[in-house]
């Protein structure tokens, strides 16, 4: 026989258990969230655009909560996906961000923009190459997408500053190194 012992039934009377029961529907714990009540007054294709207004004002919690529940009801919208990994990033969960856009990229490989945030997040972890690969990638898909081409540019830049800071000690008296040196520096915010 155990030594547990199971804990006896309480019975209430009527007023009781009807007190009890009122106090259980107005507890704030069961009533639906703002972003699920209005979940509900949305059509599919306005999912997007409320997401992308929430993360516009600043409200990334309210917009990955809503780009989950418009997900939940189309799996396949890459769109509300691309949003979602937005607002990830917008919230500090890069690694989370990056997941999902690595996701993103296999599902949808046809798409420039995952590539190009996917891009800068791996330059943010000092990534520069796999960065600039994924750059090229986008550039191939969508040629003029200049957010990409300014990234690249960008990543082209941190290469250059690591060279030469990886040159200049052995190169003290070469004064255009040290001077295109201090330009990338200044250049580069460092």
Known sequence: ????????????????????????????????????E???TLHPGDFSPRVEQLLTNGHPAQALELADIGIKR???????????????ESLGRTEDAAKGLKSLIAAYPEIPEPYNNLAVI???????????GLLK????????????????????LALALECYEAAAPALESNTELQSRLRTLKRISGR
């Open 74 to 88: 189309n799996p396949r919208n890459a769109q509300l996906q691309f949003l979602r990994t937005v607002s990830l």
């Open 1 to 36: 026989m155990s030594s547990f012992m199971r804990a006896k039934p309480i019975l209430l009377s009527t007023c009781a258990a009807l007190a009890l029961g009122l106090s259980f529907l107005s507890a704030p714990a069961l009533a639906a969230s703002e972003m699920e």
């Open 122 to 132: 791996e330059a943010g972890f000092g990534n520069l190459e796999e960065a600039q």
């Open 137 to 156: 990638k986008a550039l191939v898909i969508n040629p003029k997408f200049s957010l990409a081409q300014k990234n690249l540019g960008d990543v082209y």
């Open 38 to 40: 209005l979940a509900a």
